[in-house]
């Protein structure tokens, strides 16, 4: 499905492109390298095993991706700790995302594998995704096109205040 904004998508692109990073690691693995650049990445939050990071080719306003720091390709490899972390973070990106942007539901899920549509298979990773009543509307129906109605600078800052509001 398209999408009608992305002023910053050609930028975003041209950076997967040259993967490796700087880093000489996969796009996440390079984000959750390097915390002095967290604001430029949309990096909401960095735990112990996990972090969040803005989805920059989002669903829907302020989907968030909770990363491992380390790459895994498959739930299995995940250690207890990674695995109990992302499931509390996924609880805290609800209670971030219902105190920010007020949705009326959420998705929340993996794509494990290529196959599955995981858009870096090599580096499980979770969406979190807000949904509002009539979210799907007659612009998916008629044109498979997508409106996100605000940026992503002014949805980072405001689920910046949330994680700072929210101590969980």
Not at 38 to 52: A, I, Q
Not at 90 to 114: A, E, T, Y
Not at 127 to 146: C, E, I, K, N, Y
Request: include cysteine.
């Amino acid at each position: 499905m398209d999408r009608i904004w992305s002023p910053w998508r050609s930028q975003h692109i041209e950076r997967i492109a040259a993967e490796p990073d700087e880093y000489g690691k996969d796009l996440f693995e390079g984000i959750g390298a390097d915390p002095k650049r967290d604001d430029e990445n949309f990096v909401l939050w960095r735990g112990e095993n996990v972090f969040v990071v803005m989805n920059l080719f989002p669903y829907n306003n302020g989907h968030l991706l909770i990363v491992p720091y380390r790459p895994v390709a498959d739930y299995s490899g995940l250690t207890s700790e990674e695995r109990a972390e992302l499931a509390e973070t996924i609880d805290r990106c609800i209670r971030w995302l219902n105190h920010s942007l007020q949705p009326d539901g959420f998705n929340v899920g993996m794509n494990i594998g290529k196959a599955a549509g995981a858009g870096i298979p090599d580096h499980l990773h979770a969406h979190v995704v807000p949904r509002w009543t009539g979210d799907t509307s007659f612009m998916a129906s008629v044109s498979d096109l997508r409106v996100i109605p605000e940026s992503m600078e002014d949805t980072f800052g405001r689920l910046k205040l949330a994680v700072e509001e929210i101590q969980i």
